[in-house]
T-cell receptor
Framework: GNSVTQMEGPVTLSEEAFLTINCTYTATGYPSLFWYVQYPGEGLQLLLK?????DKGSNKGFEATYRKETTSFHLEKGSVQVSDSAVYFC??????????????FGEGTQLTVNP | NAGVTQTPKFQVLKTGQSMTLQCAQD?????MSWYRQDPGMGLRLIHYSVGAGITDQGEVPNGYNVSRSTTEDFPLRLLSAAPSQTSVYFC???????????FGEGSWLTVV
């Protein structure tokens, strides 16, 4: 079956530091890959996505590249801000399922950015 | 643009009580689903539906019932709440085969 593994958290950084959150996956077929963000007390928001190998998703300074050869989709940001403090979820959707889009999530990584 | 709307946002139940979490979407999406979020476990799929009148089980269906009488609504029922069902619940919708999935804001449920 499908699975997603994220780096263990929590992650604590100083403002303007470089961020990497690792994500690897196992899937049959050709999944789409996603990063979702959850700010304190709020629901999930789609941060970025990539639908095929070598695609790069980007949004709000975050980016991630779909690497089929390493089955990875690591999230990066060059300079984090206090407002980036949140929980980040890596997820995949196996579009080959005829039953529709179902997401498999990683465990989530709590990011705290200190001023 | 309401998107996916969940109610209630917060609820406290006693063990053995029943309740229904409501979910509605106004995007005419065929596909709807319910997830639960627990610390250190990410989100796990409870039940999903590919259209009105069609539902199926996800990864953690025990203790929950669903129905889909209309395209817009997908309620989640807890028949006899247990403390293990204390969690945050998210409803989601998408077009069948679409790769953009929209989430509601979540429902925080505590069972005491």
């Amino acid at each position: 079956g499908n699975s997603v593994t994220q780096m263990e958290g929590p992650v604590t950084l100083s403002e303007e530091a470089f961020l990497t959150i690792n994500c690897t996956y196992t899937a049959t077929g050709y999944p789409s890959l996603f990063w979702y963000v959850q700010y304190p007390g709020e629901g999930l928001q789609l941060l970025l996505k990539a639908t095929k190998a070598d695609d790069k998703g980007s949004n709000k300074g975050f980016e991630a590249t779909y690497r089929k050869e390493t089955t990875s989709f690591h999230l990066e940001k060059g300079s984090v801000q206090v407002s980036d403090s949140a929980v980040y979820f890596c997820a995949l959707s196996d579009l080959e399922e005829t039953s529709g889009s179902r997401l498999t999530f990683g465990e989530g990584t709590q990011l705290t950015v200190n001023p | 643009n309401a998107g996916v709307t969940q109610t209630p946002k917060f609820q406290v139940l006693k063990t053995g009580q029943s309740m229904t979490l409501q979910c509605a979407q106004d995007m005419n999406h065929e596909y709807m689903s319910w997830y639960r979020q627990d610390p250190g476990m990410g989100l796990r799929l409870i039940h999903y539906s590919v259209g009105a009148g069609i539902t199926d089980q996800g990864e953690v269906p025990n203790g929950y019932n669903v129905s889909r009488s209309t395209t817009e609504d997908f309620p989640l029922r807890l028949l006899s709440a247990a403390p293990s069902q204390t969690s945050v619940y998210f409803c989601a919708s998408s077009r069948t085969g679409g790769n953009t999935i929209y989430f509601g804001e979540g429902s925080w449920l505590t069972v005491v």
